[in-house]
């Protein structure tokens, strides 16, 4: 009974990531914003794809996964390299907003200005009313950025996350961390937006490069901020923890 | 069997004893032969006259008349257990007709003194149970639209010597109602861009070896509907404005001079959300002219939206791409006429009558439409109807 009531209060979405769950109190609390942090080749489309392919298979979680760095093509070939193939899933809906951008800059009648920010957050909330949504992927913040010219980037961003902490989604936002700054965003101000950080990183060994994860921050959790050792394998992640 | 008195058995009735050895047994204290039944060969060798070979003959002969009633007494049992086992299928019959069921063979087969009744009336029994399960399963199963297979089944189903058929019907039923299910889901799926698709998986629901494939098939299908939807709204929102001319259709009129109107497209809309019911068209589609279609609907929709131009009620002209654009509403849907060459009065007529009938014919559908298209079934009748007298009216017979 207790743990029932625990539950209510305190909704979770699961990573899935074997060993990372249990080290933040059974997941990411529900419609929470969540940044996926790291340098290029970090597995950090993969990490979170994976977050919602799993999220569906063991309990049906809606979702969608808007891409604008590779094509939806691009994307399920990968992640059925991976051990996560699409065929016969109505879930997750990867949206392909490189098509859109590239259909966009081809027309004649173009226009002179798209607010992409406002577009996205508009449909996504007539998708989720149509189709049901829990949690959604955005791949990658800088990709979006790059859409748009901000006049205020620290007033818009706010209002962007605002509105999409509205939607009452659990977000993941992969964010390229720039090398030359100390930031898990290009504006510097995604890291206090957010409610959580998962920070992914390679280090070099004289064997090779090995991936590490680390739960930076997660609001209203007990955690470590210890860099775990991140292995992928038959289409999971584990976090060795020991 | 000896005669029964009130006080008991005369001691007369036992074989062997007349009326002198029944005396003096009366006189000894042995009234009746229920009296004798403790009786020892001692005890009664005391009674004078009464030797010690009588005495044994009486007790035996009491004891073997004993013996005689526990016989019959078997066999009364037996009898009666004959008598009560009829009656207990009879019952049972009369209990299985009151519900329906056709008893006749075994009521033939009692009547023809059958051996094998208690393994019938076990296996009728069963079959009964059997049948009883699937009237349950049938009453909760949608079977609208399987007409030929409920008349199938329900020819049977009260007879159950006919419980394999009954199986096979029953599993019939079950596949033909998935396969209508199936085929639903499908259509709600037929929009542009996916019709093909829907088309070809839909042609595999012919083949019910295929069935599982048409899931798989489906499933992919809903994804790729819910992308193409997001995809489908988002353009929506980014679409430049489209410029609209302000002029009269008698303006138009006059301007588009010479060339006959050719109707190229006809879309039906949704009042409410502005989801696409339906388009027509008597062209082949390239890839290229799909997606110009789908350009075009969304002007349409910017149209409909911007209300500043829009003329609700009225019949509305927008000039697109060297085209121009019918939109006429009615109470529950919105029809756009996409044509070219010279503005014909007509077609506004056309469009009115058109959307008359459908709201008529599909009332009921329309007032809360769910987005299933396949319930709007009047739509695609009346506008292959509109885009067949346009083209006559464009082409008239010569004389």
């Known amino acids: ?242 | 069997m000896p005669a029964k008195k009130e006080e008991g058995i005369a001691i007369e009735n036992l074989p062997g004893i007349g009326a002198r050895r029944a005396k003096l047994l009366r006189d000894g204290g042995y009234p009746t032969v229920e009296s004798l039944m403790d009786a020892t060969v001692e005890d009664l060798v005391k009674i004078n006259g009464i030797g010690k070979k009588i005495a044994e003959w009486i007790v035996s002969a009491v004891h073997e008349d004993e013996g005689d009633e526990v016989v019959g007494k078997q066999v009364m049992q037996k009898e009666e257990k004959k008598v009560d086992k009829m009656e207990k299928y009879s019952r049972q019959l009369l209990e299985w007709s009151t519900q329906g069921y056709d008893v006749s063979p075994l009521e033939k087969l009692i009547k023809d003194g059958g051996k094998d009744l208690d393994r019938m009336f076990a296996a009728y029994e069963k079959s009964i149970e059997r049948i009883e399960h699937i009237k349950k399963d049938l009453s909760t199963l949608n079977v609208s639209g399987l007409d030929e297979y409920v008349d199938r089944i329900m020819k049977m189903i009260e007879r159950p010597s006919k419980i394999k058929q009954i199986e096979r019907e029953y599993l019939l039923i079950k596949k033909a109602a998935e396969i209508r299910d199936l085929d639903y889901e499908l259509r709600k799926l037929a929009v542009p861009g996916l019709k093909d698709r829907v088309e070809a998986v839909r042609a595999k629901l012919r083949d019910p070896s295929k069935l599982e494939e048409v899931k798989i098939d489906l499933k992919d299908l809903q994804r790729d509907y819910k992308e193409n939807y997001f995809l489908e709204q988002l353009s929506q929102e980014m679409a430049p404005t489209p410029p609209m001319e302000k002029k009269t259709i008698k303006e138009l009129q006059k301007k588009e001079t010479g060339a006959k109107m050719i109707v190229d497209d006809l879309f039906l809309l949704y009042k409410k959300d502005l989801k696409l019911i339906s388009h027509h068209t008597t062209r082949t589609l390239s890839k290229e002219e799909r997606k110009m279609l789908l350009a075009q609907l969304q002007t349409i929709r910017s149209f409909i939206k911007m209300g500043k131009s829009y003329k609700s009620g009225m019949l509305n002209i927008i000039k697109y791409n060297g085209r121009f654009i019918f939109v006429l509403e009615g109470k529950y849907v919105i029809m756009a006429l996409s044509a070219h060459g010279k503005i014909e009065k007509w077609a506004g007529k056309l469009m009115e009558k058109v959307i008359g009938l459908i709201e008529k014919e599909d009332q009921e559908a329309l007032k809360n439409w769910d987005g299933d298209v396949a319930k709007i079934t009047s739509e695609k009748k009346n506008m292959k109807a509109l885009l067949y007298v346009s083209s006559k009216l464009s082409n008239p017979p010569k004389k």
């Open chain 1, 1 to 242: 009974m207790e743990e029932n009531q625990n539950t209510m209060k305190d909704e979770r979405i699961k990573t899935y990531v074997y060993g990372l769950d249990d080290l933040m109190e059974g997941g990411v609390p529900k419609n929470y914003i969540v940044l996926v942090c790291g340098h290029a080749g970090t597995m950090k489309s993969s990490l979170t794809y994976s977050i919602i392919y799993n999220a569906y298979k063991e309990k049906r979680t809606k979702s969608i996964y808007l891409t604008l760095e590779q094509s939806k093509e691009s994307i399920r070939e990968h992640m059925e390299k991976l051990g996560m193939p699409s065929r016969g899933m109505d879930n997750p809906v990867v949206i392909d907003l490189a098509r859109v951008r590239k259909e966009i800059a081809s027309k004649e009648d173009k226009p002179k200005k798209v607010d992409w920010l406002n577009s996205i957050i508009g449909v996504l909330k007539n998708y989720k009313e149509r189709f049901g949504c829990e949690v959604i992927v955005l791949d990658s913040l800088a990709a979006l950025y790059a859409l748009t010219s901000f006049k205020n980037p620290r007033a818009e961003l706010f209002e962007f996350f605002e509105r999409l902490r509205d939607l009452d989604v659990t977000s993941f936002l992969i964010s390229e961390v720039p090398t030359d700054r100390n930031v898990y965003g290009l504006y510097g101000i995604e890291d206090f937006l957010s409610d959580g950080i998962l920070h992914l990183k390679v280090q070099q060994t004289d064997r090779g490069s090995n991936l590490y994860l680390g739960v930076v921050k997660m609001r209203k959790t007990h955690h470590s901020r210890k860099f775990m050792p991140l292995i992928f394998e038959n289409g999971r992640f584990e976090v060795i923890t020991e």
